[in-house]
């Protein structure tokens, strides 16, 4: 299976979130055990920014991106979000 451009692009911003979510983490402005743990709050970033996108295209937000890149985008995010809270 190959991975169109829309979905390479939503799998980088997959890793953005997660790395933005580490270094927040990091810093002390997201619990790690709160009522959102970090990576629900990149599940929740991956979701809005597929909306947002869908809507400034007009197109539909379930068309923009399958589903193989959505599973991938969310594990490239997570595993980003425990590289960064460790190394960072």
Same mark, same amino acid.
């Given at each position: 299976?190959?991975?169109?451009?829309?979905?390479?692009?939503?799998?980088?911003?997959?890793?953005?979130?997660?790395?933005?979510?580490?270094?927040?983490?990091?810093? @002390?402005?997201? =619990? %790690?055990?709160? !009522? #959102?743990?970090?990576? *629900?709050? $990149? &599940? +929740?970033?991956?979701?809005?920014?597929?909306?947002?996108?869908?809507q400034?295209?007009?197109?539909?937000?379930?068309?923009?991106? @399958?589903?193989? =890149? %959505?599973?991938? !985008? #969310?594990?490239?995010? *997570?595993? $980003? &979000? +425990?590289?960064?809270?460790?190394?960072v």
């Open positions: 299976m190959r991975l169109s451009r829309n979905e390479l692009l939503f799998v980088a911003l997959g890793a953005l979130l997660g790395a933005v979510v580490a270094c927040a983490a990091k810093a @002390g402005l997201v =619990a %790690r055990d709160g !009522a #959102f743990p970090p990576f *629900v709050i $990149v &599940l +929740l970033g991956l979701g809005l920014a597929e909306l947002l996108f869908g400034a295209t007009g197109r539909s937000p379930g068309t923009l991106v @399958g589903m193989p =890149a %959505r599973f991938l !985008a #969310f594990v490239v995010g *997570v595993c $980003v &979000l +425990l590289l960064g809270e460790r190394y």
